[in-house]
């Protein structure tokens, strides 16, 4: 029995090898011509035909050190290759797999794959699979046939690893990072990041729109005045506009020159007005024209020196922000607000343990209240402030102790709250004080990274980090109908058109029908029109408008100018986080 040991660092670093199945006392550390220390991951491949043949592949962190083979069951060693195949991954993934009938057929994978018909003195490079190799299994019986797992999935090859096949059609392995957007006017359209498989649009069809921007998905948002604008990002907070609903990207961050961000960096678009955007790396950028110029908050100095994780604004307010920063092996993580726009932020991490604070949600009803996650264990996973965060409460009582990647509040219901973690979705229907496990339709102990709530079909969506999305209805308390008819009137009223139906071949041979709403206060407005897939075919109102009653008129025409094609439609009202929609008959 042969073991490596000494990733990361650790003590015992080297190779040992046990001649009696590892009784307790029996390891030999190997040496012989290895190297004298290493700091990555060592990974070992016995030749099956003759185990005395043993190969090594030997790495610090963040390169190879070598291809290492023995002869003589690990009493020596010869250096075989010196080539890096796991580069800046030497702690995690790559490996060595040899023929079982061959000794000299070599498979030596890192970020890129290579195969050896000479024992590895000589490589030839395959780029026909995904980078980031993680794995092999043999075939029992035929060992020209492996099977190969990767950062794009499951893969094979049928002749010793020169051609390959793509296994992973209907294989859902999807790896979502946090930042997850969903259109709160059409439910057809979401945008997610995936760990290296870049950003990836869902439009009503289970084969989403894949290969958006490259490299590692990061964080996205979707402008919810005007769905054609859309955010997404890569690694390290490079981040990319589309003007075209995702056809066309435009590198957006070149002015953001801070060199320090994560490699899942947050941003944020301020929800009442989308054009004003926050990016966090070191320090916090804001932008007030979608991401056309920034400028860097807090008077260009970093809230505390380290990364920010987490960022939330008021859904009211776009001045009121808060943003979380990350520790290090001298400073806790840090949890600030700013009630200016960023001209300066105030401290408010008294009374929060020393944990990762990997997100944050600002209530709509109040944004003085807000809720922060923290991962980790040992400690309460949710707390929330009422008072901006002067002062914490812990609501997390009930919760698994795992970490814990998200929060999610009900728009229509505030005291409705969700709560994402290691262990799948909790729900609680009175602001936190009891929870209960949501897992109906779940795979179990699902890692759920973020949660998005779908506003114009009220579901709610958990984004998990290797199970792809999953999506099912909020929870809806049961009201008196007068009670909701008043609550809805209260905030902003959408009335059914006059006449429906319309057109060229309805009753009233109307060319056109009036649409009336009406708001109880000064509010910014999106008032848009969709087939019943969801396509949006019309902006009809957009922008802030006045107390009172207001009236628009569709003519038939599409935003394009095209003439309509007869059938059932849905214009829908939103106004903050309320929502309102209505049918209308079209006629040609």
């Known amino acids: ?79 075989i290759s010196s080539h890096d195949v796991a580069r800046y991954q030497g702690w995690y993934s790559h490996y060595v797999r040899v023929d079982p009938q061959d000794e000299n057929n070599i498979i030596y994978a890192g970020v890129s794959f290579y195969y050896s018909e000479d024992g590895g003195k000589t490589l030839k490079k395959n780029d026909r699979m995904h980078v980031d190799h993680h794995a092999y299994a043999n075939h029992p019986t035929d060992p020209d046939i492996v099977y190969f797992a990767n950062d794009g999935g499951v893969y094979r090859t049928l002749d010793g690893g020169r051609t390959f096949q793509a296994l992973n059609d209907g294989y859902v392995t999807t790896q979502f990072y946090n930042g997850f957007s969903s259109s709160p006017t059409n439910p057809y359209l979401a945008l997610g990041g995936l760990q290296d498989n870049s950003t990836v649009m869902y439009t009503g069809s289970p084969r989403w729109i894949t290969g958006l921007i490259g490299g590692d998905g990061a964080f996205t948002a979707i402008n919810p005045l005007d769905n054609n604008t859309m955010y997404g990002s890569i690694q390290w907070l490079r981040i990319y506009r589309s003007r075209d609903r995702g056809k066309s990207w435009e590198n957006i961050s070149k002015k953001l020159t801070d ?21 966090g790396k070191r320090v916090v950028y804001r932008s007030s024209d979608g991401g056309d110029t920034w400028t860097v908050t807090n008077a260009s100095a970093p809230l505390n020196g380290m990364p920010v994780i987490s960022i939330a604004v008021s859904h009211t307010n776009p001045d009121v922000v808060y943003a979380a920063t990350v520790p290090n092996a001298s400073n806790r993580a840090e949890v600030f607000v700013s009630t200016n726009g960023g001209a300066d932020w105030k401290n408010i991490t008294d009374g929060l343990p020393d944990r990762y604070y990997v997100d944050m949600q600002v209530s709509p009803a109040n944004d003085s209240t807000v809720y922060i996650t923290l991962s980790g264990f040992n400690s309460s996973h949710l707390f929330r402030s009422t008072d901006q965060g002067t002062s914490w409460e812990d609501i997390g009582g009930g919760l698994p102790d795992v970490p814990t990647s998200a929060v999610a509040i009900d728009p229509d219901f505030p005291s409705y709250l969700y709560v994402g973690n290691d262990l799948g979705v909790f729900v609680s229907t009175n602001h936190g004080k009891n929870w209960l496990p949501l897992a109906d339709g779940l795979p179990r102990a699902v890692l759920v990274m973020d949660l998005s709530i779908s506003r114009a079909n009220r579901r709610i969506r958990a984004v998990t980090h290797g199970n792809g999305v999953y ?108 929502t309102r929609t209505e049918k209308l008959l079209y006629l040609r």
Not at 264 to 271: E, F, Q
């Open 471 to 578: 999506e099912r209805p909020l929870l809806t308390p049961i009201v008196n109908v007068e009670n909701r008819r008043q609550a809805a009137a209260s905030i902003a009223q959408l009335d059914r058109n006059y006449p429906n139906p319309f057109g060229p071949r309805s009753a009233s041979a109307a060319s056109t029908t009036r649409i009336t709403f009406t708001l109880v206060r000064p509010a910014s407005v999106s008032l848009r029109l969709f087939d019943l897939a969801g396509r949006e075919i019309r902006v009809l109102a957009s922008g802030r408008y006045h107390a009172g009653k207001h009236a628009v008129t569709w003519d038939g025409t599409t935003g394009q100018g095209l003439n309509a094609v007869s059938g059932t439609y849905l214009y829908h009202l939103q106004v903050g986080s309320t």
């Open 259 to 279: 060199s320090q961000a994560l490699f899942i960096a947050p941003y944020v678009l301020a929800p009442s007005q989308p054009q004003v955007i926050y990016a």
């Open 1 to 79: 029995v042969y073991v490596s040991c000494g990733n990361l660092g650790s003590t015992g670093m080297g190779i040992y090898r046990s001649a009696d199945g590892g009784v307790e006392g029996s390891w030999k550390k190997l040496g012989g011509g290895l190297p004298e220390r290493w700091t990555g991951k060592t990974l070992l491949a016995l030749f099956e035909s003759s185990p005395r043949i043993i190969y090594a592949d030997v790495a610090d962190m963040f390169k190879s050190l070598g291809l290492y083979r023995s002869t003589d069951r690990g009493d020596t060693w010869e250096l």
